[in-house]
C-alpha cells in the first residue's frame, strides 16, 4: 500500500479487492486537457458498508490495457497522479522483491552480534 504525504496527513492508496462491497455515491469527472489522466476511466466517491468515504480511481494501462481500480483517502489530487505513485511504488516492491529473491537469505553481508557473547567483562570477575 503507498502512501502519499500531504500537509502532514498520509493518505492510502490500495487496489480494490474483490469482496469489498463499495456504493458509488459521486463520480468526479475527469479533465481530459491535463495531461495525468491517461488510462483513467473512472474517478468515483464510493462509501463501505461501515460508512467509510473513500475515492476509487479505475484505470486501465494504456500499453497493456491492465485494468486496475484504486482506492485512496486523497480527494485532492488529479486522480492520474494517484495511479502514478501507486504504479511507481509498486515498480520499486517488485525490484525489492527480485533482489530479495536473488540475493536470498545466504546473502554475504554484515553478521549480527550475537547476544550470548559477552564483550564487556565487569573488574569483580577478572583475576590477576
Same mark, same amino acid.
Given at each position: 500500500?503507498?502512501?502519499?504525504?500531504?500537509?502532514?496527513?498520509?493518505?492510502?492508496?490500495?487496489? +480494490?479487492?474483490?469482496?469489498?462491497?463499495? +456504493?458509488? /455515491?459521486? %463520480?468526479?469527472?475527469?479533465?481530459? =486537457?491535463?495531461?495525468?489522466?491517461?488510462?483513467?476511466?473512472?474517478?468515483?466517491?464510493?462509501? +463501505?458498508?461501515?460508512?467509510?468515504?473513500?475515492?476509487?480511481?479505475?484505470?486501465?494501462?494504456?500499453? +497493456?490495457?491492465?485494468?486496475? %481500480?484504486?482506492?485512496?483517502? %486523497?480527494?485532492?489530487?488529479?486522480?492520474?497522479?494517484?495511479?502514478?505513485?501507486?504504479?511507481?511504488?509498486?515498480?520499486? %516492491?517488485?525490484?525489492?522483491?527480485?533482489?530479495?529473491?536473488?540475493?536470498?537469505?545466504?546473502?554475504?553481508?554484515? =553478521?549480527?552480534?550475537?547476544?550470548?557473547?559477552?564483550?564487556?567483562?565487569?573488574?569483580?570477575?577478572?583475576? /590477576?
Amino acid at each position: 500500500m503507498a502512501k502519499i504525504k500531504t500537509k502532514r496527513r498520509r493518505h492510502l492508496i490500495s487496489l +480494490t479487492k474483490e469482496k469489498m462491497h463499495l +456504493t458509488v /455515491t459521486r %463520480e468526479n469527472p475527469i479533465d481530459r =486537457t491535463d495531461p495525468n489522466p491517461v488510462g483513467i476511466t473512472a474517478d468515483e466517491l464510493v462509501a +463501505t458498508v461501515e460508512g467509510i468515504s473513500l475515492r476509487r480511481i479505475r484505470y486501465t494501462h494504456p500499453a +497493456t490495457a491492465d485494468a486496475d %481500480e484504486f482506492l485512496t483517502s %486523497e480527494f485532492t489530487r488529479p486522480p492520474g497522479v494517484i495511479a502514478f505513485r501507486y504504479l511507481r511504488r509498486w515498480d520499486l %516492491e517488485k525490484v525489492f522483491d527480485e533482489l530479495k529473491n536473488k540475493l536470498g537469505p545466504s546473502a554475504p553481508g554484515p =553478521t549480527p552480534p550475537s547476544r550470548n557473547k559477552c564483550r564487556h567483562t565487569s573488574s569483580a570477575s577478572r583475576t /590477576t
